[in-house]
């Protein structure tokens, strides 16, 4: 994560083990299979709506009630992270959510903030990504503004994590060619 520093954007390149990351696919891969998986909507509790013209992906809120081996050992490593992180950068994270993204071929979200006007409680937002071989073809990158600068392309290969502010970089997922999943949550304060 060390050009959070320089960039803004911290990019983790082996975030997720391999052999976590395959078995979070499984997970993912079946819920989705069993339909557990739903349209993703934009804004917060109350004003949430679906608009299919911002975002088109699908998503699943982890959760440890779950009891699920894998959602519980990615949620090990997140509080590994977060004492880390709450430690060295004294950040007061105090809670989490992440949910598993899926985007079908041609799904994207188009250019957002991640916090939201009447709820500031989101600090950083975290992406990892859980697809091996993929190629510049596939399209799907995410693509991060900065002021005054060329965006920053980023492609969303299995295992790399991606972690920035959430009240300051706008974002969006270019459309994908091919099935695209990922973990994506955010570190709140109070
Ligand atoms: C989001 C988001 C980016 C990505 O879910 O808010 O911006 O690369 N995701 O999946
Ligand atoms: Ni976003």
């Known amino acids: 994560?060390?050009?959070?520093?320089?960039?803004?954007?911290?990019?983790?390149?082996?975030?997720?083990?391999?052999?976590?990351?395959?078995?979070?696919?499984?997970?993912?891969?079946?819920?989705?299979?069993?339909?557990?998986?739903?349209?993703?909507?934009?804004?917060?509790?109350?004003?949430?709506?679906?608009?299919?013209?911002?975002?088109?992906?699908?998503?699943?809120?982890?959760?440890?009630?779950?009891?699920?081996?894998?959602?519980?050992?990615?949620?090990?490593?997140?509080?590994?992270?977060?004492?880390?992180?709450?430690?060295?950068?004294?950040?007061?994270?105090?809670?989490?959510?992440?949910?598993?993204?899926?985007?079908?071929?041609?799904?994207f979200y188009k250019k957002h903030l991640d916090q939201f006007k009447s709820d500031t409680s989101r600090a950083f937002s975290m992406i990892m990504y859980l697809n091996t071989d993929w190629k510049p073809a596939d399209g799907g990158e995410l693509c991060i503004y900065h002021a005054g600068e060329a965006e920053q392309v980023i492609a969303p290969e299995n295992g790399k994590c991606v972690f920035f502010k959430s009240s300051e970089l706008e974002h969006e997922v270019r459309v994908t060619q091919e099935i695209r999943m990922s973990i994506t949550g955010w570190l709140k304060t109070n």
């Not at 696919?25 to 909507?41: D, S, T, V």
């Not at 934009?42 to 088109?56: A, F, M, V």
């Not at 977060?82 to 041609?106: D, P, R």
């Open 1 to 107: 994560m060390d050009s959070y520093i320089a960039d803004k954007v911290g990019i983790d390149r082996h975030f997720l083990n391999e052999v976590l990351a395959a078995d979070l696919k499984q997970n993912l891969l079946a819920l989705y299979a069993e339909q557990h998986f739903q349209a993703a909507g934009i804004g917060n509790n109350e004003r949430l709506t679906q608009n299919k013209t911002i975002r088109t992906d699908k998503i699943y809120w982890l959760d440890r009630a779950h009891n699920n081996a894998s959602e519980n050992r990615f949620f090990d490593l997140m509080d590994q992270f977060v004492a880390f992180l709450n430690a060295s950068c004294y950040t007061g994270i105090t809670h989490y959510e992440f949910h598993y993204a899926l985007y079908e071929k041609g799904s």
